[in-house]
C-alpha cells in the first residue's frame, strides 16, 4: 500500500496528514512552527517530525518517506527562493510547496473554479479561473489586511479617540471602548503602542455586535470594512457561478453584510487547508503512487 | 538687572533663553533630551545645564538661577503627575510646567484668543478663547494624527499596494511607489516593518508635489488629510475673528488646500515656542521680578 502526504507549515506549527492513494487520511499529527522565512532548516525538521508523527498514528513505518510525494502549503511560500530552496532539502519522494492560500483554496472549493475570502484577524483573497489561480490582499496590519478584525479594531480605537476630542461622534460603542480605558486617551495611546494586530482584532466582534444594535460608529466603521472586502473581491474576477467560501473567524459575521451579488456565490468550504493539501495530493501524484506498486 | 527663563524642552533636546524682565532675549542655549516621562531627573539635569549656559552665554552668573522664575514647555506635561514632580524638583524661584503645544500656542498667536495646528509628522491642535486652552488631537501614528504626514505617507503605501492588487487605481504617482520598491508589493510590507513615523512621513511631500500635477491617487489621500484637519479645528470651536497659525513642515503645503473659511483666519506665527516661553514668563513672573528690584 502507498501514501501521499498533506502538510500544512505556518509561523505556529505544522500539521501534517498521510492518506491513501484515493485521499483517504489514514494518519494526523502535529509539530512545531515551520516558518520558513526566519528559519528554513528548523521548518525542515518540523515538517519531516510531522510527517513521521502521521504514520506512526497510522501505524505505518516512517521509514516509507522517502518513497511518499507531499504536497506542503506553507506561509510564505510566495516570498524569495524560499520554495525552491525548502524543496531541494525535503526528504519526500517529491516535494511540492505551495502557499497556505492555496492549498486553503484546495480545500474549500476543490481542484475546479472558485474563491476564498481569508476574514480573520488579517484578510487574504484568492481565486481559481480555467486552472489559473490569483491571490490578492494578505499584506499585513500595518498597510494592508482591510476589513480585518485588527483594522477594524484599529479603526474603532481611532474613531473613540476622535469622538473623545469632539471631532468625530460619540456613540454606546465609543463610550464603552473610552470606559475600558479607564476615560483617559492617554492609555489609549499606550495600548496601540504595544498592541500586535490580534489585539486591536480582539475588539472586533465588539463592533459587529454594537452595530446589530444600531449603533453610528460601529455601523460607519463596519460599511467601511464591508466596502473593502468587496473591492477585493471585486477585485478576483470570479468565474460565472463558481463558488465563494468565506473563511477565519469574522466569515460568519460578514456574512449577511455582503451584497446580494456575493452573497449568492457563497459556499460552505468542503475542507480544510490541510484537507486541501491531501487532496491536491492524491490529484497530483495518484499516478505515479500507482505506478510504483 | 532682574531676568526671566523661557524653557522648550522635548524628546531629543532642550533649549532655553534667558530674557530681561520685559522679555527681550539675551542669551540662548541647548541641550540633550527633556523627557519627563522616562527620565525625570535626566531632564532636570539637562534642563538645569540648558539654564545655566544660557546665563553664561548672555556674561551673567549661573548663580543667580534660584532667583529666576521660569516657564518650561515639556512634551507629556499633560501626562499623569510628572507636571508636578518636576516642579517640586526644579531649582528655579519659581517654576511653572506647560505643555509643549501651549508654549508653541503662546508663541504663535500671543497670550489673547487664537489657535494653532501642527501639521508635520504628527498633527496636534490648540485653541484659546476667553483665556481658557483646549487641546485635541495628538494622539499619536497608529490610532490618531489624522492629515500628518506620517499618516499621508502610511495612506500612500496602502493606496499603491492596493494599485498592485488591481483593487484601486493606480496612478503615476503610486506606479513611483512601487518603482521605488523594485516593483515587488514584499519590499513595500519589509519597509512597514520597522518603519518609524518619519519614515512613513518622508513620503508626504511627494505626495502633495504629485496632487499639484493632478495626480488622482495623491489628490484622493489629500482630500481626505484636509478633510481630516478641517473636522479637528471645526471641534475647536474658534474665537470669532482670532488667528489661526499653521505649524510643522506640512504647514505651507496645506494652507492653499483649506476651505476658504479657514484660509481667512490664517496668520503668520508671531514667534516659536521658545519664544512663547519667554512671553509667557515675561508677562507673568515681570511684577515679582520688578518686585525683587
Known sequence: MKFVLGIDGGGTSCRAALATADGAVVGRAKSGAANIRTDLTGARSNIVDAARQAFIAAGQDPDLIPQTPAILGLAGANVGTYRQQLEAILPFSTSRVETDAEIALEGA????????????????????????SRAI?????????????????RDLLEQTLLAHDGVRLASPLTDSMMAVFRNNPEDVVEFT?????????????????????GDIVANWILDKAVADVEASLGALDLAAGAP??????????????????????????????????????ARLFAGRVEAAR
Not at 259 to 276: I, V
Open 244 to 281: 465563494l467560501c468565506l473563511l477565519g473567524g469574522l466569515a460568519p459575521l460578514y456574512a449577511p453584510r455582503l451584497s446580494e451579488r456575493y452573497r449568492a456565490l457563497l459556499k460552505e468550504p468542503l475542507d480544510d487547508a490541510l484537507g486541501g493539501a491531501v487532496q491536491m495530493a
Open 137 to 153: 490582499g494578505g499584506w499585513g496590519f500595518e498597510v494592508g489586511d482591510q476589513g480585518s478584525g485588527a483594522r477594524i479594531g
Open 109 to 132: 472549493v476543490g481542484s475546479g473554479d472558485g474563491a476564498m475570502a481569508i476574514l480573520g484577524t488579517g484578510t487574504a483573497y484568492m481565486a481559481r479561473k480555467d486552472g489559473k
Open 193 to 213: 503602542t504595544n498592541a500586535k494586530p490580534g489585539d486591536f482584532g480582539g475588539f472586533a466582534p465588539k463592533v459587529f455586535e454594537h452595530a446589530q444594535k
